[in-house]
Every structure is written in C-alpha cells, then in structure tokens.
C-alpha cells in the first residue's frame, strides 16, 4: 500500500479541508493553512470554493492582492455566483482599487444582500462620489426604510461630509411609517448617543415611550442622557431602577455616572464584581480612574507597569515622505467620523493595512515585525493582569488607519475596548512655531475624558516625532494635547490579543 505520509492534511477531502481551513482562519491562525489549500488546488484545480477559502484565508492575513487573484479565479469558475462576485468587489476595495461595478455585478446575483449596497456606497465614497452614494442610499431607503444598517451608514455619510443636520433624517422619515418599529428608534437613540448629542437623544427617548414597549431600555438610555447632562438625580432614579447592571455597556455608563459624581467606591465595585467578564475591556479603563481616585496600590499594577507603554524610531525602514504624500490622496472625506476621537481632521475609512500599496505594504512589514519585537518585552506573564495575561503569538490587527489633524486639531481622551494594543505612527508634522510650546501636539496617557469632569492629569507623554511608533495597552486612557496650526498626519492601529502559536 502506497503511503502518504507527509501529503497535507485533508487535501484528499476538499469539503473536511475547507471546513479545517475556516477554524484556523477564525482561530487567527489563516496563514498555516493557505499552503495546505494550495496543495489541495493542485490536485483539483478548478474547484470553486477552494479558491473562495483561499481569498479568504489571504483576505485574513490583509494580503488583498493575493485575495484578488483568488477571487478573481473563483468568478472565472462561476461568473453567476453571489458570494464570490461580492469578495472580489469587497477585497478590491480593501486593496485601495474601490470600483462600482464590481459591486453592481455582485448586486445582479444578490440584489437583497444589504452588505453589498454597504460596500458599493464605501467605493463611491472613496473614489469621492459621496454625494452619489448618499443619494444612491437615500433611494433605497425610501423603499426599504427598515432597513437599520442601510440608516446607519446614512446617517455616517451624512456625518463625514459635514451635512450635521441631515444626521437622524432618514431615522425620522422611516419612523412616520414605521412607528412602531423599536429597532429604529434604538438605533437613533444610539447613534445620537455616539456624537454626544444627548439633549436630542434624551428628547427622542422620550418620543419613543409612546411607542416602544421596552419600557427597561428606554429607561437605560434616558439614565445614560440624564447623567451625561448633568441631571443627577434623574440619572441616579434611573439607574437605580434598572438595577441590577448586569449588561457591560450598561454597567459602563454606571461607573462614568459613579465617577462624575464624586463616588469612585461605588465604581470600583461594580467594576471589580465583572473583571472575568468576556468583554470587561470596556469596564477596566473605569476601574482603573476609580482605583487611581481611590489611592489603591492596584491602579499601579494595572497602569504604571513601565512595559506598558514603549516607543520604537522606525522611520529609516520606511521612506517617510512618499509615505506622507501617499497618505494625504487617501483622506478623501470632509470631518471626522461618527463617534470617534478625532477633532479638527479626518481620518481614513477601512483597513489601511489591508491595502495594497507599495508604501502601505512596506510600513506594514516593518510595523509587524517591531510589534512581534515589543511582544518579546512584555514577559513574565502575569495571568490576572487584562494586557499583560497574553503571551507572544503571530501579529494580527483589528484596524488600521490614518488620522490628518490641522489647526488646533486634536484626538479627545478615549480608549480602544476592542483592541490589546494599540498605536500613533508620525508620518508628518507641523515645524515646531506651527505646534507651540511643548506638549502641545504630544501624546498623553491617563488624563480621563473631559466630560467626566475629573482632576487627574496625564502621568505620562510622548513626544511626536517623525517615525516614531508608540505603542501602548488599548484600555489606557490616551488623546492628543492640542496644537496651534499646521498638519499632523499620523497611523494607527489597534493589535488584537495574541493566539496561541
């Protein structure tokens, strides 16, 4: 009998292969099965979704020119086919090669896929067509005006274009027909909620009570308002009527209300009562300020270890300029976007690493390999701590982009929940008469949002300079001190935690 010893694993069964090759991509491990999907096309070369789990699989690993050929490969197999005609209209965007009819193909095959009309309104807004795409998108709306994440990605259009007050339009239009529709009214709520305009959102809470029966939700985002204005005492009714607060983003905005108020006990312990949480990323930078208000030795621990935060001068691996230069063709819109930090700029919509750009893809090769460097740092392990608890594994981001701040832009203190580490690249920056006194234009770590209305300074900066890399835990709290004039152009990225190799 003739061994096969040493062929890959499942190249002989491409259904049990693509079903392997999809739990290592969605364990973060794409790269280890991309050769064995190779080897398996080489025995069944013209079949179809091989080739759509390799696009896949180089799609995860942000490799978007290998994901085209790929693609590209699949749609020659079946031309007629939705899922394949959408990835290569998806990918090519991500490459930086947004193209309309890409997506107008994959309409033809999937005319209900919302995630198609969503990325055919994102190529038009990156090749500048954003008025097309608002129209393209309000016409589609007015005939589906239920749709929610249709509405979102209106009122986001409408938001980075500067047309401030055409925001909730769509929401209050699809609500005169569909009044009752609790997700519309949630999604509104909400999406007011993120560009901080809680006044309007607090009077549409109270619109909605005439036709949402979940009497409990309203009352959470009503307590969410009501704290964020200054109403204590309705915040403080509220919140203890929807007690206990057993949902992360709800027991979030407990602790911003505890903190705000002068009660760090009461915020550290309903954060320390959800440290083992799944998503207490969210919950740590809060518990952090209550243990720093609170002269506990444990905000130290989470905060001051000085491996936490490190910056790597990279800027002779890459050629900054060509960089700058590329980057400035690629911030296309208008404002800053929708709940972001950013004031004063704009910043880039979609992976940046992801495209494929000469320049893009050296930066990112260098900036993989200084991460996986500054991995080797963060040793010894230390299990309870929510940075510090992971081991060194392969290098996988979860978003990449630019940031152009002008004048007397800057980013708000903010933090990433969804992120392990994240980052500030200088690319370019303005003469120092244009930034003022130092720290104008440096990073600051520490200083809460300002709305919290707290005392507590940065307990640490970086000073920018032109490639210099700062990496720091993406639940410490972080913003830009502002800056007089000039341009500010930077690259960020969030690392995800590492797998286990």
Avoid at 15 to 43: F, N
Avoid at 208 to 218: D, M, T
Avoid at 338 to 367: C, H, Y
Avoid at 477 to 488: C, L, N, Q, S, V
Wanted: proline content about 6%; overall charge negative.
């Amino acid at each position: 009998m003739a061994s096969n010893a040493g062929a890959p694993l499942g190249t002989s069964d491409p259904k049990a292969l693509i079903a392997e090759a999809m739990q290592s991509r969605d364990a973060g491990k794409a790269k280890e099965a991309i050769p064995r999907v190779k080897a398996a096309l080489r025995l069944h070369p013209d079949h179809l979704r091989l080739w759509h789990v390799l696009g896949l699989l180089y799609r995860a690993e942000e490799d978007s020119a290998a994901a085209i050929k790929a693609f590209s490969r699949a749609v020659e197999l079946a031309p007629n086919d939705p899922k394949v005609t959408h990835a290569l209209a998806r990918v090519t965007l991500e490459a930086g090669r947004p193209d309309v009819s890409l997506f107008d193909t994959a309409r033809i095959y999937s005319p209900a896929d919302g995630a198609v009309l969503l990325g055919r309104a994102a190529a038009q807004s990156a090749l500048g067509q954003t008025e097309a795409a608002i129209s393209d998108l309000d016409e589609i709306l007015l005939h589906s005006p239920e749709w929610i994440d249709g509405q979102e990605a209106l009122a986001n259009l409408y938001w980075m274009n500067g047309k401030r007050e055409k925001f909730t339009e769509g929401y209050e239009r699809a609500l005169v027909t569909a009044p009752h529709n609790s997700s519309l009214w949630f999604k509104m709520i909400n999406s007011l909620v993120q560009v901080e305009n809680f006044a309007e959102a607090d009077a549409v809470v109270a619109r909605a009570r005439a036709s949402v029966k979940e009497v409990r939700n309203l009352d959470i985002c009503e307590a969410i308002c009501a704290s964020e204005l200054g109403d204590n005492e309705r915040a403080d009714r509220l919140f203890d009527k929807v007690a206990p607060h057993t949902e992360m983003p709800l027991a979030v905005r407990y602790m911003r209300h505890m903190l705000r108020t002068g009660r760090p006990d009461q915020a550290a312990r309903c954060g320390e009562a959800r440290r083992g949480d799944s998503d207490a990323n969210e919950m740590w930078p809060y518990l952090g300020l209550a243990w720093r208000m609170l002269d506990d030795k444990r905000w130290n621990w989470l905060e001051r270890d000085e491996r936490l935060i490190q910056t790597y001068d990279i800027g002779d691996r890459i050629d900054m300029d060509a960089l700058a230069a590329h980057l400035r063709t690629l911030h296309v819109l208008k404002a800053d976007m929708a709940g972001q930090s950013v004031r004063g700029g704009t910043q880039t919509d979609g992976p940046l690493f992801a495209r494929a750009d000469k320049e893009v893809r050296e930066l990112r090769a260098a900036i993989v390999d200084t991460v996986a460097t500054h991995m080797q740092t963060l040793d010894p392990i230390d299990p309870d701590h929510p940075v510090l608890r992971h081991a060194p594994g392969p290098v996988q981001f979860g978003g990449s982009w630019s940031v152009r701040l002008s004048g007397s832009g800057r980013h708000t203190n903010h933090i990433h929940p969804l992120g392990w580490y994240s980052s500030a690249l200088y690319v370019s920056l303005p003469s120092p008469s244009q930034l003022g006194d130092p720290p104008a234009g440096w990073l600051a770590f520490g200083k809460p949002p300002d709305e919290l209305g707290l005392d507590l300074p940065a307990y640490e900066t970086v000073e920018p300079k032109v490639g210099r890399l700062a990496l720091f835990p993406s639940i410490m709290w972080h913003g830009t001190i502002p800056f007089d004039d000039g341009e500010r152009l930077t690259i960020a990225f969030d690392v995800r935690k590492p797998t286990r190799i």
